[in-house]
């Protein structure tokens, strides 16, 4: 038996965390963005679908070079997002509704605009201003070449030079993603002392918690040493570099935000939720992020980058439970987030196009993910089954990666589309229907089929899937926390029990398979004849127990 630690219970680790990426949920000013009001309008719908919280994209002000993970002032709102009277708003309606709300927070970088770096940028060498990030001279003779071999994650050097004062060529700043976004220096203990109080105001405010952005960052080798493969960050587009990344210091930093966050629960009982964007190569490395004094959650990337194929699926969720349960954490599961081709398109390739392969394994994976033990993350239009839109024009792409890759890599706008709420036609009740106004990506015509008028009013939609399995998730004990067990099956069928009782069997396969389980299923995700599991389908069963 693979078990969780099943500890006094803890509302994040089992919780269903939804992940709202503002600018594309709903705009409720007309200018083709969403807003933090927009949030607010969708919080009913978020509570019909049955989620625990939310995690909001970053809102702060910023240019917008990645999104707004390039900040440049942490404790404000961006006013194309709204003011802090609106997130208070925002947040006193989710806290009426049950629903927790989550920030991101970005402490690895911020805005080459944040007042800091401006501050670095006019200071000369060697000053204070400068020692909060990671200025450096040149090597070669004129010091024109960058101060070590590394490469940015998003393409090109990792370094930028800029020009001093007096006009002449100057030093070098370290910037792992793009050269709008210079790393902190988190040896210098005034970073840390700032994004204190960064925590503490947002706590102050009322939030229910963290995502932390490249949590396995912020510290790099001391010295910054040339790395033996400089590319290999920006080739595997994972951060691999074993000297500007998962530096043992960042689990001090942990261990003591989660110290503030504690401070926080004592004072009102209100468990505050810590949870990392941790890219490390293991299962077990993985682990460390979590141990019981660190992150509470950190999302475990491996099932999101499995294929589609059981013996993939099974080794990575065996892994994850081994490796996280003795740390007493339980597991994040991922299938989508705003960096990933979403799993319909994913899952389809490469299914011939209108085969329904893709949904259908999205759906399966979908229940499987639900019936997991540990935490779940859903990230917004994955409840209504949208699939990648794969072909935006260039000249609307806004993904930094594209721009730095020579146009070469279409990543990430195509999971980012604004959200179809309503019509037939674009802009799908996302803003207001005017001539002058469009959503800030444009939605194809067929984002009309996966609205969510139509998702509420169909009982075979995405959405009802999610729904009832969230439901089924809340009121049934042996979901949730706890432990898994694996079941013997043919080749190609994964099954596991849960508690008391509850089997969950997925047939990875594309032909319909005898059911592992005797039985009416209580949840499938698509149709099974009576005592089949139809290919690239979920089911759960409640059984006598006989399967634990
Ligand atoms: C991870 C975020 O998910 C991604 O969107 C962002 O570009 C990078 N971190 C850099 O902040």
Avoid at 207 to 233: C, M, Q, T
Avoid at 247 to 256: A, F, S
Avoid at 511 to 520: L, R
Wanted: charged letters at 20%; proline letters at 9%; hydrophobic letters at 40%.
């Amino acid at each position: 038996m693979i078990s969780q630690r099943n500890d006094a219970r803890h509302w994040w680790r089992d919780a269903v965390i939804y992940q709202v990426y503002v600018r594309s949920f709903l705009d409720s000013t007309g200018d083709g963005i969403g807003d933090l009001a927009g949030v607010r309008a969708g919080l009913p719908y978020l509570k019909k679908l049955g989620v625990d919280g939310i995690w909001l994209s970053p809102f702060y002000p910023s240019p917008q070079h990645d999104h707004g993970y390039d900040v440049a002032d942490y404790r404000d709102v961006d006013p194309v997002f709204g003011d802090l009277g609106e997130f208070d708003l925002l947040v006193a309606a989710a806290r009426r509704l049950g629903i927790r709300v989550l920030l991101d927070i970005v402490p690895n970088h911020c805005s080459s605009e944040h007042p800091s770096f401006r501050e670095a940028l006019a200071a000369p060498p060697g000053s204070a201003a400068r020692a909060r990030f990671h200025f450096a001279d040149g090597r070669g003779p004129d010091g024109s070449e960058p101060p070590n071999n590394w490469h940015a994650m998003f393409g090109g050097p990792a370094w930028s030079r800029v020009t001093e004062a007096d006009g002449s060529p100057g030093q070098w700043y370290l910037h792992m993603f793009t050269p709008e976004q210079p790393d902190w220096n988190w040896r210098n203990p005034e970073v840390p002392a700032y994004f204190d109080q960064v925590l503490r105001f947002w706590l102050d405010r009322g939030v229910d918690g963290f995502r932390i952005d490249v949590a396995a960052g912020l510290f790099k080798h001391p010295g910054l040493p040339d790395s033996p493969d400089p590319e290999a960050d920006a080739r595997t587009r994972d951060s691999v570099n074993p000297l500007a990344w998962n530096q043992p210091e960042v689990h001090d930093v942990w261990r003591h935000w989660r110290a503030v966050c504690e401070e926080y629960t004592a004072r009102d009982g209100r468990e505050r939720l810590l949870v990392g964007e941790v890219s490390v190569p293991t299962a077990r490395e993985h682990a460390r992020y979590v141990r019981p004094d660190e992150l509470h959650q950190a999302f475990f990337f491996d099932l999101l980058s499995a294929p589609w194929d059981v013996d993939a699926f099974r080794k990575v969720i065996s892994e994850a439970i081994q490796d996280i349960a003795g740390t007493g954490s339980t597991v994040t599961w991922v299938l989508n987030n705003h960096d990933q081709v979403r799993t319909v398109t994913r899952y389809g390739e490469p299914a011939p196009e209108g085969s329904g392969l893709g949904a259908a394994r999205a759906r399966a994976a979908a229940l499987l993910m639900l019936a997991l033990p540990g935490a779940a993350y859903i990230y917004q239009g994955e409840e209504l089954g949208l699939p990648e839109v794969v072909d935006l024009p260039d000249d609307v792409l806004t993904d930094p990666i594209f721009r730095r890759t020579g146009s070469r890599a279409r990543i990430r706008d195509g999971c980012r589309v604004p959200l179809p709420w309503s019509g037939q036609a674009s802009p799908f009740g996302f803003t207001q229907e005017a001539a002058d106004v469009k959503p800030w990506l444009p939605q194809p015509e067929w984002f009309a089929e996966h609205a969510t008028d139509r998702a509420l009013a169909d009982t075979r939609s995405f959405w009802h899937l999610y729904r009832d399995g969230l439901q089924l998730r809340a009121s049934l004990p042996q979901l949730g926390d706890g432990t898994l067990r694996w079941l013997d099956t043919p080749p190609g069928i994964l099954a596991f029990s849960r508690g008391d009782g509850l089997v969950c069997a997925v047939n990875f396969g594309t032909a319909p398979t005898p059911a592992p389980v005797a039985g009416e299923p209580l949840l499938t995700s698509g149709p099974c004849p009576p005592g089949v599991l139809a290919g690239s389908t979920a089911a759960w069963w409640i059984t006598d127990g006989t399967h634990d």
